[in-house]
């Protein structure tokens, strides 16, 4: 696979779908009421906030919770905007960094593997551009979105839009799940389950659930099944060395106690070579301090479990997002954000600011 261009770069132009030029049109009118130039911030709003909820950009929104987290402020300016479309008469430019923006929706169209660029081209478009834009991440910051955890939801998005951003390859609307000519990528989803995935744990989590390439392909749907597997029994072996451990503290000696240690260094918080660093701190502190043998073997299996999660986990990622390039230490900095999110949203919902469906 080639490797990604690097974000400043323009690519040849694409066919946009007709959702993706009024969200361009109501930057245009969002900027043409500050009296400045278009800007990412104007684009990436019209884009969250888009007044047709089916958008592909709305569902990706709805998808990660993420549209909790939009302001009254924000929804009503874009509202307002989007009223004032139709009257508009002054030709409004884009400042350098919306057209750098607009000048990547062919990238993530074909990361995507689509025919046009949509709406959720133009947030992933957006989120990329952040890395310049100081206004742009002031407003993204607390929601935890980053391109790799968007680019899997629009996937998964891909058959369920409106209309007007729907992709060329469809076949029009999806009437039921027994429809012959449905694709096969489609999932559908009850409106309990939908409900269901909006909680602080799923968002906590977002950035680890599988997209749907594995609908289509027999390898990445081995792969979903094996690490289904690998988790089962991880946690089983995780609850034997809890167990271990606390019977090891209370009739041997409690410096068994000290592997608990071992449980701590996840590879959700430390690197591969950190963990097996405090493993091996707490072997030698074993033999010092008389620590049965058989706990440090626990241990083992433990980590050879986490080892193997971590590298499911990665391939699954790097298929969903076809990011070759994609590390462990991306998916700790994703998860980060995504506890980040999960804390905010909680705070929201303790204070009854949410933003509504």
């Known amino acids: 696979m080639t490797t990604q261009p690097p974000p400043g770069a323009a690519l040849p132009s694409v066919r946009r779908t007709p959702a993706l030029s009024g969200c361009v049109e109501v930057a245009r009118a ?6 400045d130039p278009v800007g990412v911030l104007h684009l990436l709003l019209a884009a969250m906030c888009s ?3 089916s958008s592909r950009s709305r569902l ?20 307002a905007a989007e009223a004032g479309v139709n009257g508009r008469t002054r030709a409004v430019p884009l400042s350098p960094a919306a057209a750098a923006a607009l000048g990547r929706l062919g990238y993530w169209t074909r990361r995507t593997g689509d025919g046009s660029a949509d709406t959720a081209h133009l947030l992933l478009a957006c989120l990329e551009a952040r890395a310049e834009q100081e206004d742009v991440r002031r407003f993204l910051r607390g929601t935890g979105l980053s391109e790799r955890v968007v680019v899997r939801s629009a996937m998964t998005e891909r058959h369920r839009v409106c209309v007007q951003d729907r992709q060329p390859s469809d076949r029009g609307p999806i009437l039921s799940p027994g429809r012959p000519d449905r694709p096969a990528a489609y999932s559908f989803e009850t409106r ?9 744990r799923s968002i906590g989590m977002r950035s680890e659930n599988s997209g749907v390439a594995h609908v289509s392909s027999r390898v990445q749907s081995h792969l979903v099944r094996l690490h289904i597997w690998v988790r089962l029994w991880a946690q089983l072996v995780v609850l034997c060395t809890l167990a271990a451990t606390a019977w090891a503290s209370l009739t041997v000696t409690a410096w068994s106690a000290l592997w608990l240690a071992s449980q701590l260094a996840r590879r959700q918080n430390l690197s591969p070579a950190a963990r097996l660093a405090v493993d091996l701190a707490l072997l030698i502190a074993s033999a010092v301090l008389g620590i049965p043998w ?12 986490d080892l193997l999660d971590g590298r499911l986990l990665l391939l699954q990622v790097k298929s969903d997002t076809g990011d ?3 590390t462990e230490k991306d998916i700790r900095a994703d998860r980060r954000e995504d506890r980040r999110a999960a804390g905010l949203y909680r705070v929201l919902k303790l204070t009854g ?3 509504p469906e």
Do not use: C, I, Y
């Open 294 to 305: 058989w706990l440090a073997l626990l241990a083992l299996v433990n980590r050879v479990f």
């Open 30 to 35: 969002l900027a043409d009421g500050e009296g």
């Open 60 to 79: 990706v929104m709805k998808s990660l919770a993420a549209h909790h987290f939009l302001t009254e402020e924000a929804t009503g300016a874009v509202a």
């Open 324 to 326: 070759p390039a994609l």
């Open 353 to 355: 600011k949410l933003a």
């Open 192 to 200: 309990a389950r939908q409900q269901a995935k909006r909680t602080v």
């Open 51 to 53: 007044g047709d909820p």
